[in-house]
């Protein structure tokens, strides 16, 4: 019988091909993919500016590196002048296992090795950020993989639209969701080029039951355009007074965000 037994290089590079397809969502998962967005709620241009550098110079780098790709990092348009400044990362699975393969990796200290950032190294009363806010949600059916948006205006000059539709109930929320869905809101924004990068359940956050999406456009002046051209529409105007989808949504939250000159799109 010949020797099975591989080379200690080959079995090193096989190692290696099976830690990084742990991670990848490079191929698109066919249930849908699920997504962590990470909210990192800062009170000072300082703690702002060293999660940022952190984000940009260590975090991407090892989610990169790792194989996840299409890692969306955005900034509040009122930064500047709000109290609570935030940057939010969102971040494309292509499963469960792939999420628990990572938070494993941050759990072992194998994903980030060495950092002596600001961030990592800061002391008690000098903290990064005031609190860290995580949503982790499923993909919705009509829109099973994120999707990077078209658009031609510089990243600076982007306004990326995130909202968040509580339900009143879960009956009255699993409604909302399938007005998205078998109702055609997700058509109707597609139809309309509202460069749609994801629409998803929360399945575990701090406002229950929630669903999310985002929304992408040039500028501010093209975004208004388009929400008029929404609520004048045929079919917006039909789905909306249906019974069946009457006061599902007890609160509605909208983000209006720039994407950072780091982030994926």
């Known amino acids: 019988m010949k020797n099975q037994c591989l080379p200690p290089v080959t079995l090193l590079l ?51 590196k790792s194989g996840l790709i299409n890692i969306g990092v955005f900034s509040s348009i009122d930064n500047d002048t709000a109290t609570d400044k935030r940057l939010y990362v969102l971040i494309p699975f292509a499963s469960l296992q792939k999420y628990e393969a990572l938070m494993n990796a ?30 982790l949600l499923k993909a919705f059916k009509d829109m099973l993989h994120l999707e990077k948006p078209s658009l031609t205006a510089p990243l600076a000059e982007r306004v990326y639209e995130l909202r968040s539709y509580e339900g009143p109930s879960e009956r009255l929320y699993r409604q909302k969701v399938k007005m998205f869905n078998d109702g055609g809101e997700v058509t109707l924004f597609k139809r309309l080029n509202f460069n749609a990068v994801f629409y998803a359940e929360v399945l575990s956050g ?60």
């Open 14 to 64: 096989s190692f290696l091909l099976l830690l990084n397809s742990s991670f990848t969502t490079a191929v698109k998962s066919p249930g849908g993919e699920y997504y962590q967005l990470t909210t990192y709620h800062c009170k000072s241009a300082d703690q702002l500016a060293v999660t940022s550098s952190y984000l940009k110079n260590t975090w991407l780098p090892a989610l990169h």
């Open 106 to 135: 941050l759990t072992a200290g194998t994903l980030i090795k060495n950092d002596s950032s600001a961030y990592t190294s800061a002391a008690y009363d000098k903290k990064p950020f005031e609190r860290t806010e995580i949503t």
């Open 206 to 265: 701090s406002h229950m039951p929630n669903l999310m999406y985002m929304t992408t456009f040039n500028s501010k002046a093209e975004r208004d355009e388009h929400w008029k051209n929404f609520v004048a529409d045929s079919v917006w105007k039909r789905i909306s007074t249906e019974q069946q989808y009457l006061n599902t949504v007890s609160k509605a939250d909208i983000f209006f965000l720039h994407p950072t000159d780091y982030s994926d799109y």
